[in-house]
Nanobody, 122 residues
Framework: QVQLVESGGGLVQPGGSLRLSCAAS????????IGWFRQAPGKEREGVSC????????YYADSVKGRFTISRDNAKTTVYLQMSNLQPDDTAVYYC???????????????WGQGTQVTVSS
């Protein structure tokens, strides 16, 4: 059974940091690119970052460049999203998803996790 499970969300003050994890099971992680997406209340789901499985290339939305870092550990079947200098606009439910190619669009992602809440507030 294919499964992606996010963890690491929580409440953090502006300027703080969090590291999200995406644990994969039921498939070979190194066969898939992994993307991180987020959805704030009343807004559409948007791509945040992705990491390819072929050469480890990474891509970021302009809104998070320089603050977020995506990485993968295929041995641990886990992908991470290190988030720093978090701001209230980063508040959202964060999802990881698997696709055969890396992109920040939702289309093409076959498997999704259930999401983890990130709240940035003082």
């Amino acid at each position: 059974q294919v499964q992606l499970v996010e963890s690491g969300g929580g409440l953090v003050q502006p300027g703080g940091s969090l590291r999200l994890s995406c644990a994969a099971s039921g498939f070979y992680l190194d066969d898939y690119a992994i993307g991180w997406f987020r959805q704030a209340p009343g807004k559409e789901r948007e791509g945040v970052s992705c990491i390819s499985n072929s050469d480890g290339s990474t891509y970021y939305a302009d809104s998070v460049k320089g603050r977020f870092t995506i990485s993968r550990d295929n041995a641990k079947t886990t992908v991470y999203l290190q988030m720093s200098n978090l701001q209230p606009d980063d508040t959202a439910v964060y999802y990881c998803a698997a696709s055969i190619w890396c992109g920040l669009g939702i289309a093409g992602y076959d498997y999704w996790g259930q999401g983890t809440q990130v709240t940035v507030s003082s």
